[in-house]
């Protein structure tokens, strides 16, 4: 087994926070939602809350675009150029997860800190990233002061458009993270990526070809 | 023969003179004078016109007792009337030569002075008195002049006297003409005169100048500067459907000088669109008599300094919004006015006096809040997130009225104006009527539904020419008149969950208000469902509620996702539980292959 350093500190950081901001968004925006369902915490209460995680995942965003363009490690998000080699790639990995893994095969695709995600995982994390997640935020900062950005919310089409847009995003959120999280423990040990986003190291298994 | 005749004539002659002679001489001595009397007596009144000598000087019977001040005649109902006539001022009376008799007829020196005619009241003896008149002054001469004609004929006409004194009536051309101004009107109307209208209300015409005008600030004004068709040369007759319609009609002459005023008050909502006062024409039927015209506040000749026109009792707006003005007295301002803090506000203090228009859905009277409160926005910013949303889309009485029946109000704006569209330019772009937008809107009978509105809201686009237009959504009062319960601050509603909460009792009425050009409201029920409903998100795009106007679609899509992100797991968990036997097997496999090798 060797240690490969997978995942660096600021990368960690900005998963734990976006990790823990997340949940709480999630919930708080349950309570905010459907207040006649759930008793947690008070209206106001869940309110404050959510505007401080909302500006809290907010700079969080802006923590991972700096430094994923810094580093020019954005380059991880990126799927393949060629169309043919990401359809392919997709595939491998489709069939791995949905037949290969059944069988005991080999997970096709072998991170490293350059090639951290394969194409399912690019395609998937360059549009949360890039798209959903910058939606989200900039939805969400609209709603915060909807007064202070009525100009905004008309270009949107209107407060119920715009509102509409944040809670979509927020349910899909909420479903893909139990995918998330159970892609997570399908390492070789349901533990092991969940320790590396703490370590940063992974433990790869040594090949002999 | 001829000489006999004479000689026998001559002796009769002598005798008869001698014996006649005497008596006739007699006669002649006595008759004279007597017939001289007779003949001068017979002349008088011919020779007293003549010369304007006054008669009464000869009717020393009469002012033996009535040139005495301080005898009072007493009527059987205890009245008292002086009996003292001015025999000087008499002879300068267009009547200076009548004498006593020639008007009081009935006097007869066997009976009076006595009790035996004595009068019921002294308004019963002027009213005989007055019938004198009738003999000289014929009935051409009395309808000669309109007003007069009016008056006089009547049959409960005031008595001569009333207006032209008794001893003292003077040829009007002599003296009124040279009186000034309001004196030249206040001969007449300072005496106790009314008219009848045709639905038989009376209307006193009576000034009394000390009590009514001289208090008024209007006090220096001359009578036609109102009542500007009367003149000296003229006094038409005017007659009116009712005192109402007599308000209205004279409460056009505020105008000359109040044009200012006059002008906001037709654009109230008082007034426009469906007043037509102050003009020539009024009939009832065809616009609002109960709307308020100046007079209605002010009073006419009364007129007071501003001060004056409101009172705590409420009036005049009580006098057709009494339910209101009793739950506005049961309210924080209301019972601060009853305590006497006069800063408290009134009526017209938050709905103005002149310009008062609809409210709901409008910021007046927010505006008329924050005229009084003026730290108010700062103070729910300092706890209200999003204050300045609330402040603007929740009415102040939906929290500081606790106790009133809450629901949405629907108006439909132009985005681009920011202004309201009416139901005129409504009706014109849908190319139907009132009626018609009536029966659109409220098509099933349970109110307008979310594909209705928005069928409304597509066609006007469509054909707005370049409007905008989207319902916004208000919480408003579903009662106008709860507004006015206004509790203290204390009790005012502080609790989110009282709206951002699907059960909220709030968003179960919902009323799609149109407002008319004249500032007016219709209103039209709609079914609460339009809140939540998909098509809403096109028609009611600028209204949204945390929690309460939820799309229902959007909570099953979530049901769903959510599932289905659960059920990813919990598939592919299952998969590999199943087919673990497969791997295990080619783990034995895999170690059996190592451990030959």
Known sequence: M????LHPLPVRIWHWINAVSFVVLIVTGLQIRYREFLGLMKFRDAVDVHNFFGFLIIFNFFLWLVYYIVTGKIKIYIPPLSIKKFVLGCIRQARYYGYGIFLGEENPHHSSPDNKFN??????????????????????????????FASWIDMFGGIKIVDTVHVFLFLFFTSF?????????????ATEHIKAMFTGYEEIEEHVH | ????????????????????????????????????????????????????????????????????????????NKERVSVFVDAKDFQNTVHGFLSCDSCHTKISLETHPGTANVFESKNAFVLD????????HSEEQLRAKPHHAAIANRSNAPPCTDCHGSHTVKRISDWKPALAGNQYCLTCHSQNMSKTHRNGEKLSLHIDPSSTLSASVHNGHACN???????????????????????IVLSGACKRCHAEKYTTLKDSIHSKGRFQWGE????????????????????????????????????????????????????????????GEHKAPLCSSCHFAHEVKATAMTERIKTACLGCHQTAENAHKKWLPNAELHLSAVSCPSCHSPRSGKGIYLKLYDQNTGKPFTEEQIVKLLGTDYQGLSERMNAHGEGIDSEGLWNIVRQLNEK???????????????????????????NAVRECESCHNANSAFFKTVTVAIVKADGGMVRYRANPEVLGSMISLASLRQFYVLGSTRLKILDWIGILMVFGGLSVPLAHITARVLTSPIREAKRLNKMRKGDRR
């Open chain 2, 1 to 76: 023969m001829f000489e006999k005749k004479l000689e026998q004539t001559a002796e009769k002659g002598t005798l008869g003179f001698v014996l006649l002679g005497p008596i006739f001489g007699m006669l002649y001595i006595f008759l004279l004078p007597l017939i001289g009397i007779m003949t001068l007596l017979l002349a008088i009144p011919e020779y007293a016109h003549a010369k304007k000598a006054p008669v009464i000087e000869n009717a020393d019977v009469c002012m033996g007792c009535h040139a005495m001040k301080g005898v009072d005649k007493v009527f059987r």
């Open chain 2, 464 to 490: 707005g020419a370049g409007a905008r237009l989207t319902f916004l959504g208000k919480m408003e009062l579903n009662e106008g008149s709860e507004a006015h319960m206004l509790s203290v601050k204390k």
């Open chain 1, 119 to 148: 194409p399912m995982q690019q395609i998937a994390y360059l549009s949360i990233m890039v798209v959903l997640i910058p939606l989200q935020l900039w939805t969400g900062l609209l709603l915060w002061d909807i007064k202070g």
């Open chain 2, 280 to 339: 020539a024409v009024v009939s009832a039927g065809s616009i609002n008599m109960k709307a308020p015209v100046c007079t209605d506040c002010h009073g006419f000749h009364t007129v007071g300094p501003r001060a004056m026109y409101e009172t705590l009792s409420g009036m005049p707006c009580k006098g057709c919004h009494e339910a209101i003005f009793t739950k506005y007295s049961q309210s924080v301002h209301g019972m601060a006015q009853a305590r």
């Open chain 1, 2 to 5: 060797k240690k490969l350093y």
């Open chain 2, 225 to 247: 500067d109102c009542h500007a068709e009367f003149s000296k040369a003229a006094h038409p007759m005017k007659t009116f459907g009712s005192s109402r319609e007599h308000s």
């Open chain 1, 177 to 189: 993270l139990f995918v998330h999280v159970y892609l997570a423990t399908l390492g070789h040990t």
């Open chain 2, 129 to 136: 008195a007055s019938q004198a008149c009738r003999m000289c």
